[in-house]
């Protein structure tokens, strides 16, 4: 009898372990279903030229961020938007690249352009050597955007805006415009 009870409750501990680790396993094959949309070319120059560095996806944020960026940017990749963020381009792609070597958590946005009809160039626009939480990006429309830190001031941007932002917390636009990136902080 009591082998009998001490079998039926391993055998429920199993099945509860086993429906617990597809149901994680789900989650995680969702969040990370972010595939990156990069044109080979595009994919190929980032893997050369960032070898020791991955795109950043949804498992990469912790809990709290991973939620609130399923809910607002459903489907999207945190770790990789595009845009016309050079007034002249197609399209331009910008990805957030992490350390995949660093016991740091090191990031870097990168800006993937076509240089010609088929060949692209990749150039890092910002780098942070250690982020307490790991940020996302996204494009944002042309417009008027104002300086956190003195609301008098604004700019006003004609191409489409690269957002890299700790979610909750700081965010930065960068915007091209004299022949470079710059930024700004818009919240903080």
Known sequence: MMKRFVRRGLVLIVVLVAFQAAATAAEQSQLDSCVPALPEQARQVIETKYSNWRILVASDLNKD?????????????PGITSGRFVPASKADYA??????????????????????????EATTIYSNNQVTNYPVIHTS??????????????????????????IESRALAFYYKGGKFLRLVISD
């Open 65 to 77: 961020d991973q939620e609130i960026w399923s809910r607002t940017h459903r489907g999207e990749c």
């Open 141 to 166: 429309k042309p417009g008027k955007y104002h300086n956190f830190h003195d609301r008098t001031k604004f700019v006003q941007i004609e191409s489409d805006v690269l957002i890299y932002e700790h």
């Open 95 to 120: 990805v957030l690249l992490v350390n995949k070597k660093s016991a740091h958590r090191e990031v870097q946005v990168v800006v993937v352009r076509s240089s010609t009809s088929s060949a692209y």
